[in-house]
């Protein structure tokens, strides 16, 4: 028996919708689960005063704890979020439900976050102390986690990194807002994200124009920022250590000794040129195993951007904050005597 043709085209338009409905019913349901599942750390959300659900929704999908701001604010609209909407800072997970995240929203927001600043340039000890006298948790407790040669969740160590390094170099200073019950494991995630958003990809692929993989311009910027304060004393002191490097010569850096014997107990200012050490790079020629403290942008930026034509091997920093160059040792030692240093 034969069908009637329009019997038959309104067989396969149902069957088409049907599907239709299906598949976007799947699209659906996996735009609205979980950012990241697996990933479980709260982080601070700051819905600012007159924000509307739709910029709300997008500063959630580029914090990346909403799959899609579009399915998002679909969904927070049949919830009548877009009602009850408060400015404030809310304690978010990327693990939750998007009910979750609504119910959050609607509710009220935080009055207890506090501000943290992390000075760039900081040794992890030192961080670890700053955070301490903040209230946060122990000096003992945050070292354990940076020290750690352990994975942190959304986060790719820097090519170049060597096997069984801990985070030191990549705790990046800047001011961080955090719950007073943040863990250390938290805060360094935060960190962590933050140096790969602010110079990450800046240094993944300038390293390769000035001969160094990521993780060695880390290094190397670690003892740049100990040495010079200013941003065009970066830029010159870089200069210096790569033309060092070029020729094979020792940098000979007195921070990087100053690191060496910190992490015997010994903080003293006094310099051991015979320190044994493979931080010591008066006994050992090239860069050290690892970063010595945690450098910032400007630091980062000399060691990318080296001051141009920089013929001088030898720099002194003396205690009034100013620091001389020369190209010779004994162009060098003259400044060392005439500064009475000698």
């Not at 948790?137 to 994975?151: C, G, I, M, W």
């Amino acid at each position: 028996m034969r069908r009637h043709p329009v019997i038959s085209c309104l067989l396969v338009l149902v069957v088409l919708v049907v599907g239709a409905g299906a598949a976007l019913a799947v699209v659906t349901r996996n735009e609205l689960s979980p950012a990241q599942s697996t990933q479980s750390h709260k982080v601070l959300f700051t819905v600012s005063k007159n924000e509307s659900l739709s910029q709300v929704s997008a500063h959630l999908q580029a914090r990346k704890l909403v799959r899609s701001g579009f399915f998002f604010k679909l969904f927070a609209e049949t919830k009548g979020l877009q009602r009850g909407l408060k400015p404030g800072k809310f304690a978010l997970d990327p693990a939750m439900a998007v009910q979750e995240i609504v119910d959050v929203l609607k509710g009220p927001p935080l009055s207890q976050a506090i501000n943290v600043t992390i000075p760039d340039g900081l040794r992890v000890a030192q961080e670890a102390q700053l955070l301490q006298s903040e209230g946060l948790f122990s000096a003992a407790s945050y070292l354990k986690v940076v020290n750690a040669p352990t994975a942190v969740p959304g986060i790719t160590p820097l090519t170049g990194t060597p096997q069984g390094a801990g985070w030191e170099g990549l705790a990046f200073g800047d001011t961080y807002q955090v719950l007073p019950q943040v863990t250390p494991d938290q805060l360094l995630q935060r960190q962590l994200q933050d140096f790969e958003t602010r110079v990450g990809q800046s240094v993944a692929s300038g390293a390769a124009s000035v001969g160094l993989t990521p993780y060695q311009v880390v290094v190397l910027a670690s003892i740049v920022s100990a040495e010079g304060a200013t941003v065009a004393d970066r830029g010159l002191i870089a200069g210096v250590f790569f033309n060092r490097l070029h020729i094979g010569m020792p940098l000979e850096s007195d921070v990087t000794v100053l690191y060496a014997q910190s992490l015997t107990g010994n903080n003293s200012t006094n310099v051991n040129t015979e320190f044994a050490s493979p931080y010591n790079t008066y006994l050992n020629p090239g860069l050290p195993p690892g970063p010595i403290d945690s450098p910032g942008i400007t630091a980062i930026n000399a060691v990318l951007h080296p001051t141009a034509n920089n013929k001088y091997f030898y720099f002194l920093a003396l205690p009034n904050g100013k620091v001389e160059y020369s190209v010779t040792l004994a162009e060098h030692n003259a400044q060392i005597q005439e500064a009475g240093l000698g």
